[in-house]
């Protein structure tokens, strides 16, 4: 540990360049964050004003930006060496929430843990797990990749034991997003398109029968389809937030004036912020956010790119994870939002309001800037 520190403020270390547009896009989705939660959650339930929700949120951003900083000067190699240990620790944290008196169930779902006053989110975590995990293994194993056993089976046993303890809280969301994340790091690693397309066989019909064996994911999917069938129970969130787009237009109601985020639609400032920016600042809201993703999407691309230039190949792997797995789960979001994917419960990335998903998507960016620090300053870059 005291060497990881002394590594950590290592004068070559320290000095080093960031990649200004990619943390750039990032600084301008917070601001908007913050713009657009204290837009929602600022009134009160009895009218008047309510600050309380905000200085949460902004105390939330601020521990993320400490721990952006601090991933962005860890070695890099300290990941890779760790990663199997922590998907062994990460395991073991989804199966403890799910054990009565030490979970918190939260509308119907147990996937938090209270740790004093603060409430965490193990899958929350198993993103970041994940992700170090596949770059380490998609970089020991390359030169088997296009081996079934070895550059799918054993993946698909990783993601299917993380996969169903993430269904036992139920969170069918992450656990979307985790294998489409996996699958997309896979893609750009050189597996096998045949071996792959059996993996989109095989979890196409493993989707299908969750959705069919459960009733909720069943409902679901049907109300998505048609949310005016039932507009008042299992369609009201989805036509809430339809109602919600259709009223911003083109250019938005004005900030501060949407009607649905009062008393109509359901999370408001969480899962369902888009539909806020959108009746509020329009469809020219929802491009510029649309835009601020594409430009993390693409600079996050370019560090990866030049890491695996300078032969880093975990290093471009972990940035590649992290760059797709915050482009999906926006995707995922904005398309629940806009009506075109069932509802999932996902945060909008580096924009929602939430504790652990916040801290950790900025600990995930800190790793694009560590990767980034080490490609551009290799005297930087630990010694192994």
Request: with cysteine; charged share 15%; net charge positive.
């Amino acid at each position: 540990m005291q060497a990881v520190v002394a590594a950590m403020f290592d004068p070559a270390r320290l000095a080093w360049r960031v990649d200004g547009v990619f943390l750039g896009g990032v600084v301008a989705l917070l601001g908007f964050s913050l713009v657009m939660v204290f837009s929602v959650t600022v009134v009160a339930d009895d009218g008047g004003a309510d600050f309380s929700r905000i200085l949460r949120h902004g105390a939330y951003i601020g521990i993320g930006c400490v721990a952006m900083g601090v991933f962005a000067l860890l070695p890099v190699s300290l990941w890779q060496r760790f990663a199997r240990p922590l998907m062994v620790a990460g395991v073991v944290l989804l199966a403890l929430v799910l054990v009565p008196g030490i979970g918190i169930e939260v509308n119907g779902s147990q996937r938090w843990f209270a740790v004093g006053a603060v409430r965490v989110q193990p899958s929350e975590l198993m993103k970041l797990i994940m992700i170090v995990y596949m770059a380490d293994y998609l970089t020991r194993r390359r030169a088997q990749l296009r081996s079934f056993r070895l550059g799918v089976f054993n993946v698909g046993l990783v993601v299917a034991l993380v996969g169903v303890l993430l269904l036992l809280e139920p969170d069918l969301g992450t656990t979307v997003v985790l294998a489409a994340t996996v699958f997309a790091m896979m893609y750009v690693s050189g597996v096998r398109y045949l071996h792959m397309l059996l993996c989109v066989l095989a979890a196409a019909a493993a989707f299908a029968v969750l959705v069919y064996i459960s009733p909720y994911r069943l409902e679901r999917v049907l109300s998505f389809q048609n949310p005016w069938a039932d507009p008042y129970d299992s369609g009201f969130q989805l036509s809430q937030a339809l109602i919600a787009f259709g009223r911003g237009e083109w250019f938005g109601a004005g900030l501060g004036q949407s009607i649905q985020k009062l008393y109509y639609l359901p999370h408001a400032s969480n899962d369902f912020l888009a539909a806020v920016v959108a009746e509020e600042l329009g469809l020219a809201g929802i491009a510029l956010l649309i835009g601020l993703y594409v430009l993390l999407l693409w600079r996050g691309f370019a560090v990866a790119a030049a890491a695996e230039r300078g032969g880093h190949d975990f290093s471009a792997r972990m940035v590649h994870g992290i760059v797709m797995m915050i482009a999906m789960q926006a995707l995922v979001n904005l398309g629940v939002n806009m009506g075109v994917l069932p509802t999932k419960g996902l945060t909008l990335p580096l924009m929602s309001y939430g504790g652990s998903s916040m801290i950790v998507t900025l600990a995930l960016v800190g790793l694009v800037l560590a990767v980034d620090r080490e490609t551009r300053h290799p005297a930087g870059r630990r010694r192994r």
